[in-house]
């Protein structure tokens, strides 16, 4: 069987994080991993986008208009790449916040109840 992907191996984490009682170690567990994860991710976003620029760029050279090729380039393959990497990235950084700030209120309330 192969490994899951990075997107899988994100929605497994989210679905967790959003779906089950949150426990310290869970949340130490999934920031690890996300923090992780977070290098593949910036790699994809950065190989997704150089793909989408050349359709973008062979888009203005073929079309009169630039809105045309802008249309013309967003309904391609790779800028539905983009845009997954993109979205990807945007959601470990923010699950990578929130499971910050859990552990943080976490400590907190330990402190307080000392």
Not at 4 to 12: F, H
């Amino acid at each position: 069987m192969s490994q899951p992907s990075v997107r899988e191996r994100v929605k497994k984490i989210q679905r967790e994080l959003r779906d089950g009682a949150l426990t310290p170690d869970l949340t130490r567990e999934s920031l690890v991993t996300l923090t992780a994860l977070l290098g593949n991710v910036n790699d994809e976003v950065l190989t997704a986008d150089l793909d989408y620029k050349h359709v973008l760029r062979a888009a203005y050279e073929s079309e009169e208009k630039a809105n045309r090729a802008r249309m013309v380039a967003e309904t391609s393959p790779q800028y539905a790449r983009m845009r997954e990497a993109k979205d990807t990235q945007t959601l470990v950084v923010e699950m990578i916040r929130s499971c910050r700030a859990f552990l943080r209120s976490l400590d907190e309330e330990l402190r307080l109840s000392r």
